[in-house]
C-alpha cells in the first residue's frame, strides 16, 4: 500500500523543536497545527478574521446560531484519525444522518428521501426506476472499486512532482481507464433510466466544480462513499463545535492564534521565507511557514509566480460561489427535513448555464439546511434556523451582486411555496452573503465557495503543491492545495503536510 513518501514511525517517534507560522486559522489550519504541536513544534497562527475556522464558521443574531458554510461531512473516519494522531479524545460528538438529504423536484409532489440502506432507497424509487436495488449495488460496486483503487494511490499521498504522479497514475488499474473518457452523465445513463435517479446522483458532480455533462465519470466515487462507505454526518450542537474543539486542544498545547491580523507581505532570502508582514507593519519570523490561505491565489499574490498570475487564475476551473441566506422563522416548518435539495425542472438548462451566465438564475436549484430538526438550541423555541446555499456563478462571470435582495425574495417565495409555510411572513432575523462577501470575509478566489475545481487537470500532481516550489521552508494545506476540498479532504491534506515537513526537517 503506498501511503506517503516518509515512514509512519516518523509521526508516531520524532519530536522536533522549530518554531512554525500558519498563515490562516480554516481547518487545514488549525488541523495543522494540532499535528505539529503534537510532535514540538512551536506554532503560532495568524488569521486576519476575528474568530477561528474560516469557511467553517459561525454567525450568531437575535437568539439564532446559524453555521455558514459546511453543515455536514463525509469520511467521518478522517476526525477521528486526527485525534488518535495526537493522543486526544475526539472534542466532539458526531452524528450520522439517516435519511442522508431529502431532494424535492419542481413539478413533482414526490420528495425523495435518499437513505444509505439501499432496501429503503429502493423503495423511494419504486415506480420510477425498475430493479432499482439491483442497478445501485452493481452501480456503487464499479464505484467502490474506483474510490479503493485511488484512495492512496492519488488522494492520500504526497507527490514529488509530475513524474512521480505520472507513475501514480500508472499504477491504478487499467480497468478504470474509460472512466476518464466517459462523462459522468453517461455512466448514469449505462445503469439507470429514470431521470429522477440520474438527477439525484449527479448532483455530487456540482460540488466538484463541474456538471455531471462535463466530469469524468470517476467521480461516481462520492456516490459510494455517500450512499455505502461512510454516510454523511453532522456534529452535535452545530458544525462549529468542531472548531470550538480544536481550538480549546490547541491553547492547552500552547499554540497562540493571532486574530485581526492580515499578512499583508513574505520576505524571502536565499530560498527560504524568514517573515511575514501583517497590516500594522508587523514582522513574524519563523523557521517554517503553513499557508492554509487559498495556495493559488498566495502564490501569486505574494509570491510573483507567473504560473498564478490574475490571468492564469482566472483561466484555470474554479467551484462555484455561494449565495447564501440565514433565516431565522417564527413557527415550525413541517413540510421540511434537516438537509434538503430543491431543484428546478429544467436540469440540463440550468448545468449549460451555471457556471457561465452573468445573470441571477431565473429558477434557483438550492439546499436548505434546517439545523433546529436536530439541534433546538440553534434557535428561541418554537422557532426554525434555515441557512439556504444556492451556488452561483463566482465573480469573474457575475462581478455585480446589486440584485442580491431579488433572488434572495425569490428563493425565500418559492421554499415557502414549496413546503407550504409562509416564510416571509415569519422571518425574524435576515443575513445574506453574496460571493462578493466570501471573497472579502476570507480571501476566496473570485468567492468561488470550494476553491479550485476538480477536474483531471487540477488533481493530484497537477494541483497546487502543499510544498512551495521555490522555497523550501513553505508549506500549503486547504482546500486549493493537495488532496483538496471539503471537510474530511482538509484533514487529510493537514496529515500530508505534516508528513512532508516531518520528513524535510526533522533535525531537533
Ligand atoms: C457555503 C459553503 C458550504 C460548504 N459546505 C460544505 C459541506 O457541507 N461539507 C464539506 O465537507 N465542505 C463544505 N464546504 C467546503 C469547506 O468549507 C472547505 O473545503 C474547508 O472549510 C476549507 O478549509 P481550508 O482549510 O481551506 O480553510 P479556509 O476555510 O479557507 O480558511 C483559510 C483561512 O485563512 C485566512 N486567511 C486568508 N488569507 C489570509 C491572510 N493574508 N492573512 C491571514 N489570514 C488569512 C482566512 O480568513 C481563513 O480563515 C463548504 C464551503 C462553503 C463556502
Not at 452545530?238 to 486542544?249: F, P, R, S, T
Request: glycine share 8%.
Amino acid at each position: 500500500m503506498v501511503f506517503c513518501s516518509c515512514p509512519e514511525d516518523i509521526l508516531k517517534n520524532t519530536v522536533v523543536d522549530k518554531s512554525v507560522i500558519i498563515v490562516g486559522a480554516g481547518l487545514g489550519g488549525l488541523a495543522t497545527a494540532l499535528r505539529l504541536s503534537h510532535k514540538g513544534y512551536r506554532v503560532t497562527i495568524i488569521e486576519k478574521q476575528g474568530n477561528s475556522g474560516g469557511r467553517l464558521n459561525v454567525l450568531k443574531k437575535d437568539g439564532f446560531t446559524f453555521d455558514i458554510g459546511p453543515s455536514f461531512f463525509s469520511m467521518s473516519y478522517e476526525f477521528k484519525e486526527l485525534f488518535e494522531s495526537i493522543g486526544e479524545p475526539m472534542p466532539f460528538e458526531i452524528n450520522e444522518l439517516d435519511p442522508l438529504y431529502s431532494v424535492h423536484m419542481s413539478g413533482n409532489s414526490r420528495v425523495f428521501k435518499i437513505y444509505k440502506d439501499l432496501g429503503k432507497l429502493a423503495d423511494e424509487f419504486r415506480g420510477i426506476e425498475d430493479d432499482f436495488e439491483v442497478k445501485v449495488r452493481k452501480y456503487l460496486k464499479g464505484a467502490k472499486e474506483i474510490f479503493h483503487d485511488t484512495e492512496y494511490k492519488i488522494i492520500k499521498r504526497n507527490f514529488n512532482g509530475i513524474v512521480d504522479y505520472a507513475m501514480s497514475m500508472a499504477n491504478v488499474p487499467l480497468k478504470h481507464l474509460p472512466s476518464l473518457f466517459r462523462t459522468f452523465w453517461k455512466e448514469l445513463e449505462l445503469h439507470f433510466d429514470s431521470e429522477e435517479v440520474k438527477i439525484i446522483f449527479s448532483l455530487v458532480a456540482f460540488f466538484l466544480g463541474a456538471t455531471p455533462f462535463n466530469t469524468p465519470s470517476v467521480y461516481k466515487l462520492l456516490n459510494y462513499t455517500e450512499l455505502e462507505h461512510d454516510g454523511y454526518w453532522n456534529v452535535k450542537g452545530g458544525m462549529y463545535k468542531i472548531v470550538d474543539g480544536i481550538v480549546g486542544l490547541l491553547e492547552k498545547k500552547g499554540v497562540e492564534i493571532l486574530y485581526n491580523t492580515e499578512i499583508l507581505s513574505v520576505h524571502q532570502e536565499m530560498g527560504r521565507m524568514t517573515s511575514v508582514t501583517d497590516q500594522n507593519s508587523r514582522k513574524y519570523e519563523a523557521d517554517l511557514f503553513v499557508v492554509n490561505a487559498d495556495a493559488a491565489w498566495f502564490r501569486g499574490k505574494f509570491l510573483n509566480r507567473k504560473k498564478y498570475t490574475v490571468e492564469k487564475l482566472d483561466k484555470m476551473d474554479w467551484t462555484l460561489a455561494p449565495f447564501t441566506i440565514y433565516l431565522g422563522v417564527k413557527g415550525l416548518i413541517p413540510g421540511i427535513q434537516h438537509h434538503n435539495y430543491f431543484l428546478g425542472d429544467n436540469f440540463h438548462d440550468y448545468a449549460d448555464t451555471i457556471f457561465s451566465s452573468n445573470l441571477a438564475p431565473e429558477k434557483p436549484y438550492y439546499y436548505v439546511n434546517v439545523a433546529t430538526k436536530s439541534n433546538q438550541d440553534a434557535a428561541p423555541e418554537g422557532c426554525e434556523n434555515l441557512f439556504i446555499l444556492c451556488p452561483v456563478p463566482d465573480l469573474r462571470v457575475k462581478p455585480d451582486w446589486s440584485d442580491a435582495e431579488k433572488l434572495s425574495q425569490d428563493i425565500i417565495e418559492d421554499l415557502g411555496k414549496r413546503v407550504k409555510f409562509d416564510i416571509q411572513n415569519n422571518i425574524l432575523c435576515k443575513v445574506v452573503y453574496t460571493p462578493i462577501d466570501w471573497k472579502n470575509m476570507f480571501h476566496l478566489y473570485r468567492g468561488s465557495g470550494l476553491g479550485l475545481a476538480h477536474g483531471l487537470s487540477q488533481i493530484g500532481g497537477l494541483r497546487p503543491s502543499n510544498k512551495d516550489e521555490k522555497l523550501h521552508n513553505v508549506y500549503y494545506v486547504g482546500a486549493s492545495s493537495h488532496p483538496g476540498t471539503g471537510l474530511p479532504i482538509v484533514v487529510i491534506g493537514s496529515k500530508l503536510v505534516t508528513e512532508r515537513i516531518l520528513n524535510e526537517h526533522q533535525t531537533v
